[in-house]
């Protein structure tokens, strides 16, 4: 990135750090020791949440001469238990990079070419509204467009203030067109349990004790205390653990038992384990009673397409043994057993009948809503913070409406662009903003997403990092890290659901802004100008005007955008909290970063690593029968709400399992899990099947650049089969070229017995191409540039794992 401004010197580099391991037990004693002494502001420990993921561990930093020395775990958390995983305690060299993004900039060179001015935030927000010689501002696009809202893109990855981002968007500026990480991500598992059992729901692995995880490597790719649950009990020691995987990973390492699965396959077994249970009536017959809808049709579906375990080995590379003996010994230890609903589903054509496949397969068993299977728990009540939204009259529905079979509000990512790119959009799409996601690496067909950024008339994005995507907009608006900043509060649901605050530890640095900041000052800047062409176009709001007076109109009906930023967020939290659970407990929230009812009297250190959050018999393992739906934990990377509001509520409507959805049929899908031929195809000979997945030290693209844990990492390599491998002459270490239909890189070669013929696999998150990442530039390649662009027919979501490739050595 180039700076046409002479450059001052700032805190860049400045900061030396030595960063210890952050294993350290806290010295921290509930509700008291934790304080911040006003008296020595220059040392203290804050209680704060991490993001280097989306898990949201609780941390406390540890402060001296205003510099963050280390992060430890914070033990009051019930969710992190104590616990910091390298990408957690590594957070302080993201706070502290020197690549920071450090100011507004905007592009002064041809975009994607790197050239940036410096400017003042004031600057920057003008110029967004008002655009430069060689770019629109929002003013001239929306006049163009004729107050049509929906004409400014934006997305966003998921964090505690993805809603702030959102909701300013859409709720005050008006946009419909939002997409987010759900559709590249774990859309298709979460609708579907929701759709089929109620809700998501979490995988009770501390008390399951038979688990099968299918392509869900959670001992890599996210060390969290429940991930640790299930390993202390493998092998013997109270769960049986099953890996169904085409890699031989460290959770297949772990396991009981490995099961290499060719790609694509996993619906055949699934249903061949429900035939199983439903031909030897292993099923829970009580719980399917009195509990489940549909089951004589599902029973009839199953029997009569034949989905035997032979049938399925000749599809999935299983024997049929194999595939008998875990349907009886899953069914032996239910209902503490769970088919794992996995998170990043983006898999393959058949996602979303997989994933109900498996939630039906789990409460055939009656692992639904009770200790050891998947529960709901409980989430604590916090009121909303409200705001006053504007109608416009203008604003177009979201274009991707029509990609999929059901496309809600966090819209369909590759299909959202493709309508942009191949000019099928119904109006056009001709701003984006950007907040906490780098499309660039991001979506699958890496070209086709530069041509989206190259086709707007302005770009604005608001990072940390001068990512892939930064380098391609035309105003970048420089967010400070998590550390910085307090977000929205949240509620945490589960077993042991609490409210945990993320604050500010230290002030921002450079010019950084928290995200909140900086859509106040922007709405400051816009709100008039927009409110002038809103009055020049939109009818309602003329015949409005005529009758109470425009400044009643711009003001009771929302569109003054400044009024959702008069209090700070700050201030915010503290009202919704304390309304809810008084001052004191917002005192203990502050000092402790974590608050749930009875905490004082529930909180146990038992031993020297491990702590009591609830008593046992206060845990909402089963919440259905104590009638606390309304309060049942969903999760929100998806709107469960919306979804389930197609069937009424956020359980299902029946209050049942729903093995047949009949309103399916209505939309094209399948109203029952079944395996479709033509939705599988073969790798052709000659040709690997390409899958890709995520890993331990690196979070997506985000922590490409941190120093700490590129010392553990520095390079992805691509896993290919030994034996096929020899046969290539291909050894490890080797450069060699991936070639797609959709493009090509290079990669260093890692031939391993650890993954089945015809497949070969390497980690997301490397293969940056902005030169002002010093660390993160050109690591290994980018799974994106070769992952095809096509989605499943239900939600739009991404199909990852369904791109042939050829390989070669060079
Ligand atoms: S799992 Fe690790 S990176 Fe994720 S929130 Fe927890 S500590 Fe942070």
Same mark, same amino acid.
């Given at each position: 990135?180039?700076?046409?401004?002479?450059?001052?010197?700032?805190?860049?580099?400045?900061?030396?750090?030595?960063?210890?391991?952050?294993?350290?037990?806290?010295?921290?004693?509930?509700?008291?020791?934790?304080?911040?002494?006003?008296?020595?502001?220059?040392?203290?420990?804050?209680?704060?949440?991490?993001?280097?993921?989306?898990?949201?561990?609780?941390?406390?930093?540890?402060?001296?001469?205003?510099?963050?020395?280390?992060?430890?775990?914070?033990?009051?958390?019930?969710?992190?238990?104590?616990?910091?995983?390298?990408?957690?305690?590594?957070?302080?060299?993201?706070?502290?990079?020197?690549?920071?993004?450090?100011?507004?900039?905007?592009?002064?060179?041809?975009?994607?070419?790197?050239?940036?001015?410096?400017?003042?935030?004031?600057?920057?927000?003008?110029?967004?509204?008002?655009?430069?010689?060689?770019?629109?501002?929002?003013?001239?696009?929306?006049?163009?467009?004729?107050?049509?809202?929906?004409?400014?893109?934006?997305?966003?990855?998921?964090?505690?203030?993805?809603?702030?981002?959102?909701?300013?968007?859409?709720?005050?500026?008006?946009?419909?067109?939002?997409?987010?990480?759900?559709?590249?991500?774990?859309?298709?598992?979460?609708?579907?349990?929701?759709?089929?059992?109620?809700?998501?729901?979490?995988?009770?692995?501390?008390?399951?004790?038979?688990?099968?995880?299918?392509?869900?490597?959670?001992?890599?790719?996210?060390?969290?205390?429940?991930?640790?649950?299930?390993?202390?009990?493998?092998?013997?020691?109270?769960?049986?653990?099953?890996?169904?995987?085409?890699?031989?990973?460290?959770?297949?390492?772990?396991?009981?038992?490995?099961?290499?699965?060719?790609?694509?396959?996993?619906?055949?077994?699934?249903?061949?384990?429900?035939?199983?249970?439903?031909?030897?009536?292993?099923?829970?017959?009580?719980?399917?009673?009195?509990?489940?809808?549909?089951?004589?049709?599902?029973?009839?579906?199953?029997?009569?397409?034949?989905?035997?375990?032979?049938?399925?080995?000749?599809?999935?590379?299983?024997?049929?043994?194999?595939?008998?003996?875990?349907?009886?010994?899953?069914?032996?230890?239910?209902?503490?057993?769970?088919?794992?609903?996995?998170?990043?589903?983006?898999?393959?054509?058949?996602?979303?009948?997989?994933?109900?496949?498996?939630?039906?397969?789990?409460?055939?068993?009656?692992?639904?809503?009770?200790?050891?299977?998947?529960?709901?728990?409980?989430?604590?009540?916090?009121?909303?913070?409200?705001?006053?939204?504007?109608?416009?009259?203008?604003?177009?529905?979201?274009?991707?409406?029509?990609?999929?079979?059901?496309?809600?509000?966090?819209?369909?990512?590759?299909?959202?662009?493709?309508?942009?790119?191949?000019?099928?959009?119904?109006?056009?799409?001709?701003?984006?903003?950007?907040?906490?996601?780098?499309?660039?690496?991001?979506?699958?067909?890496?070209?086709?997403?530069?041509?989206?950024?190259?086709?707007?008339?302005?770009?604005?994005?608001?990072?940390?990092?001068?990512?892939?995507?930064?380098?391609?907009?035309?105003?970048?608006?420089?967010?400070?890290?998590?550390?910085?900043?307090?977000?929205?509060?949240?509620?945490?649901?589960?077993?042991?659901?609490?409210?945990?605050?993320?604050?500010?530890?230290?002030?921002?640095?450079?010019?950084?802004?928290?995200?909140?900041?900086?859509?106040?000052?922007?709405?400051?800047?816009?709100?008039?100008?927009?409110?002038?062409?809103?009055?020049?176009?939109?009818?309602?709001?003329?015949?409005?005007?005529?009758?109470?007076?425009?400044?009643?109109?711009?003001?009771?009906?929302?569109?003054?955008?400044?009024?959702?930023?008069?209090?700070?967020?700050?201030?915010?939290?503290?009202?919704?909290?304390?309304?809810?659970?008084?001052?004191?407990?917002?005192?203990?929230?502050?000092?402790?970063?974590?608050?749930?009812?009875?905490?004082?009297?529930?909180?146990?250190?038992?031993?020297?690593?491990?702590?009591?959050?609830?008593?046992?018999?206060?845990?909402?393992?089963?919440?259905?029968?104590?009638?606390?739906?309304?309060?049942?934990?969903?999760?929100?990377?998806?709107?469960?709400?919306?979804?389930?509001?197609?069937?009424?509520?956020?359980?299902?409507?029946?209050?049942?399992?729903?093995?047949?959805?009949?309103?399916?049929?209505?939309?094209?899908?399948?109203?029952?899990?079944?395996?479709?031929?033509?939705?599988?195809?073969?790798?052709?000979?000659?040709?690997?099947?390409?899958?890709?997945?995520?890993?331990?030290?690196?979070?997506?693209?985000?922590?490409?650049?941190?120093?700490?844990? *590129?010392? +553990?990492?520095?390079? &992805?390599?691509?896993?290919? /089969?030994?034996?096929? %491998? !020899?046969?290539?002459?291909?050894?490890? $270490?080797?450069?060699?070229?991936?070639?797609?239909?959709?493009?090509?890189?290079?990669?260093?070669?890692?031939?391993?017995?650890?993954?089945?013929?015809?497949?070969?696999?390497?980690?997301?998150?490397?293969?940056?191409?902005?030169?002002? *990442?010093? +660390?993160?530039?050109? &690591?290994?390649?980018?799974? /994106?540039?070769?992952? %095809? !662009?096509?989605?499943?027919?239900?939600? $739009?979501?991404?199909?990852?794992?369904?791109?042939?490739?050829?390989?070669?050595?060079?």
């Amino acid at each position: 990135m180039k700076i046409e401004v002479s450059r001052r010197k700032f805190l860049q580099g400045s900061v030396a750090l030595t960063i210890f391991g952050g294993s350290t037990l806290s010295s921290i004693s509930l509700l008291g020791d934790n304080k911040i002494n006003e008296k020595e502001p220059i040392n203290k420990e804050i209680p704060t949440l991490c993001e280097m993921c989306v898990n949201k561990c609780a941390a406390i930093a540890t402060i001296k001469d205003g510099i963050v020395k280390k992060l430890d775990p914070n033990p009051l958390f019930p969710k992190s238990r104590n616990m910091l995983c390298p990408r957690g305690v590594a957070g302080v060299h993201s706070l502290y990079d020197p690549d920071r993004l450090k100011y507004p900039l905007i592009r002064v060179g041809k975009r994607g070419d790197g050239q940036f001015k410096r400017v003042t935030w004031d600057e920057a927000y003008h110029t967004i509204l008002n655009g430069t010689k060689d770019f629109k501002g929002l003013k001239q696009i929306l006049d163009e467009e004729k107050d049509n809202r929906s004409t400014i893109g934006y997305c966003a990855g998921e964090g505690m203030a993805e809603h702030t981002f959102k909701s300013f968007i859409s709720d005050k500026i008006g946009s419909t067109n939002f997409v987010n990480h759900a559709s590249i991500c774990l859309q298709t598992t979460i609708s579907a349990h929701t759709l089929t059992i109620g809700a998501y729901g979490q995988a009770d692995l501390a008390n399951a004790k038979y688990v099968i995880m299918a392509g869900a490597n959670r001992a890599e790719a996210i060390v969290t205390p429940d991930t640790m649950d299930i390993f202390k009990r493998t092998r013997g020691r109270g769960v049986t653990l099953i890996v169904i995987d085409p890699r031989y990973t460290n959770t297949a390492a772990l396991s009981d038992d490995w099961l290499g699965i060719k790609v694509g396959t996993d619906l055949a077994l699934v249903l061949a384990l429900t035939y199983i249970v439903i031909k030897e009536g292993l099923y829970n017959k009580k719980f399917v009673a009195q509990n489940v809808n549909g089951f004589e049709e599902y029973k009839e579906h199953i029997i009569s397409n034949n989905y035997t375990p032979e049938w399925a080995e000749s599809i999935t590379g299983i024997k049929a043994e194999k595939i008998i003996k875990i349907a009886r010994d899953f069914m032996s230890a239910s209902p503490r057993a769970i088919y794992y609903q996995g998170r990043r589903t983006t898999w393959g054509f058949q996602d979303f009948q997989l994933r109900r496949a498996t939630a039906i397969f789990t409460a055939l068993g009656a692992g639904v809503d009770v200790k050891g299977g998947i529960v709901f728990g409980k989430k604590l009540t916090l009121p909303s913070h409200d705001i006053n939204t504007p109608i416009y009259a203008n604003a177009l529905g979201r274009i991707d409406k029509d990609v999929a079979s059901i496309v809600g509000s966090n819209g369909s990512w590759i299909g959202w662009r493709n309508k942009i790119i191949e000019n099928k959009s119904p109006y056009p799409i001709r701003a984006m903003f950007t907040y906490k996601q780098n499309p660039m690496l991001s979506i699958p067909n890496v070209a086709k997403t530069k041509k989206l950024f190259e086709m707007m008339d302005l770009v604005v994005t608001i990072d940390t990092m001068p990512s892939d995507t930064v380098i391609m907009s035309d105003v970048i608006l420089p967010e400070c890290t998590y550390l910085e900043r307090e977000d929205p509060i949240k509620s945490f649901g589960g077993v042991e659901p609490s409210i945990a605050l993320r604050q500010k530890v230290i002030e921002p640095l450079y010019e950084s802004r928290a995200v909140f900041e900086i859509l106040k000052g922007l709405s400051h800047k816009i709100s008039h100008s927009l409110w002038e062409i809103t009055k020049k176009y939109d009818e309602d709001v003329a015949d409005e005007i005529k009758d109470r007076g425009e400044a009643k109109v711009y003001h009771e009906d929302g569109f003054d955008l400044t009024d959702s930023f008069h209090k700070s967020q700050e201030e915010i939290n503290k009202e919704l909290f304390t309304k809810e659970y008084g001052g004191e407990a917002y005192k203990t929230l502050k000092d402790g970063g974590v608050y749930y009812p009875n905490m004082q009297r529930y909180f146990q250190k038992i031993n020297s690593n491990e702590y009591e959050y609830y008593p046992e018999n206060k845990r909402y393992y089963s919440v259905l029968k104590e009638n606390l739906k309304s309060e049942i934990y969903s999760g929100d990377c998806v709107d469960e709400k919306e979804l389930a509001s197609m069937e009424g509520r956020v359980n299902t409507k029946s209050g049942k399992v729903e093995c047949n959805l009949s309103f399916l049929t209505k939309k094209g899908v399948d109203s029952m899990p079944t395996w479709r031929d033509k939705l599988y195809k073969d790798t052709p000979k000659g040709k690997f099947r390409f899958i890709t997945g995520r890993h331990a030290q690196f979070t997506q693209n985000s922590t490409s650049n941190n120093a700490m844990l *590129l010392d +553990l990492v520095r390079e &992805n390599y691509v896993w290919i /089969n030994k034996h096929q %491998a !020899d046969k290539l002459n291909i050894f490890h $270490g080797d450069l060699v070229e991936i070639k797609s239909p959709n493009g090509v890189v290079k990669i260093k070669a890692y031939p391993t017995n650890k993954i089945i013929k015809n497949v070969v696999f390497y980690v997301h998150g490397f293969g940056a191409t902005s030169d002002d *990442l010093t +660390l993160g530039y050109r &690591n290994g390649a980018s799974d /994106n540039i070769i992952i %095809a !662009d096509d989605i499943e027919t239900v939600f $739009g979501s991404a199909v990852m794992h369904e791109t042939n490739i050829e390989i070669r050595k060079v």
